[in-house]
């Protein structure tokens, strides 16, 4: 699915001229990848929040293919967003009262999808990022890696269009990160998923197929 920006514009003063995304513009093709990095505070967590409709633009248009974002109500945006993205966040944000496997299950029970389907689909997706022997675990006894490796597997499952990831391995060491980013890219190529990351890990940048910078709200 194409993303294309035009001048998209964010803040959260409301008296004072201070944009995070800053008359923001940019086109990234079906099935591409791009990496966006930059230090702390230049909006890069600000645009994913906008790209997934998390968060509303001030000014500027969001289109995927065809379709506006911008145009959406809240109500549609959760429609779109469930049947077309995925998030990984930095934190993995998972259900404390649900064991693995369930944290995998439910967001894709949510469209639809049979429990057996789901079942064998959490099944895989966890033996890729080798989790697959603490699928019954509780979420509680996970360790922070684990946890982080969760959140990565439930957005992997959900074989969107769209996958967005704020510093998607910031918690896991250097083989767990090069083993999870392996099969998100295998799968967002077998699947043609655009892919953004926000990152600061120059191995996940080296593997991805567009890179730029951000800072004061743009892209230099």
Same mark, same amino acid.
């Given at each position: 699915?194409? !993303?294309?920006?035009? /001048?998209?514009?964010?803040?959260?003063?409301?008296?004072?001229?201070?944009?995070?995304? /800053?008359g923001l513009s940019f086109d990234l093709a079906s099935g591409e990848s791009m990496a966006i990095s930059g230090p702390s505070g230049v909006g890069k967590s600000t645009l994913?929040?906008?790209?997934?409709?998390? %968060? #509303?633009? %001030?000014k500027g248009k969001i289109w995927f293919d065809d379709v506006e974002l911008? &145009? +959406?109500? #809240?109500?549609?945006? !959760?429609?779109? &967003?469930?049947?077309?993205?995925?998030?990984?966040?930095q934190t993995p944000n998972l259900l404390k009262d649900f064991n693995? !496997?369930? #944290?995998? +299950?439910i967001p894709i029970r949510y469209k639809g999808i049979s429990k057996i389907k789901s079942i064998d689909i959490g099944d895989r997706v966890l033996k890729e990022v080798g989790l697959f022997d603490i699928k019954e675990k509780p979420i509680s006894l996970l360790s922070g890696g684990e946890a982080q490796r969760v959140g990565?597997? &439930?957005? +992997?499952?959900?074989?969107?269009?769209?996958?967005?990831? %704020?510093?998607p391995t910031g918690n896991l060491d250097?083989?767990?990160?090069k083993l999870v980013m392996n099969h998100l890219i295998d799968i967002c190529e077998k699947h043609s998923t655009t892919l953004i990351v926000v990152t600061h890990d120059k191995e996940v940048i080296?593997?991805?197929?567009?890179?730029v910078q951000m800072k004061d709200g743009r892209f230099i």
């Open positions: 699915m194409k !993303i294309t920006c035009q /001048d998209i514009t964010k803040s959260y003063s409301k008296n004072i001229i201070n944009n995070v995304i /800053d994913l929040n906008l790209l997934s409709g998390l %968060d #509303n633009v %001030d911008t &145009r +959406m109500s #809240n109500k549609e945006k !959760i429609f779109f &967003r469930l049947n077309n993205i995925s998030l990984i966040f693995v !496997i369930e #944290n995998i +299950m990565i597997a &439930r957005a +992997m499952a959900m074989e969107s269009k769209i996958i967005l990831a %704020d510093e250097t083989e767990n990160s080296s593997q991805l197929n567009n890179v």
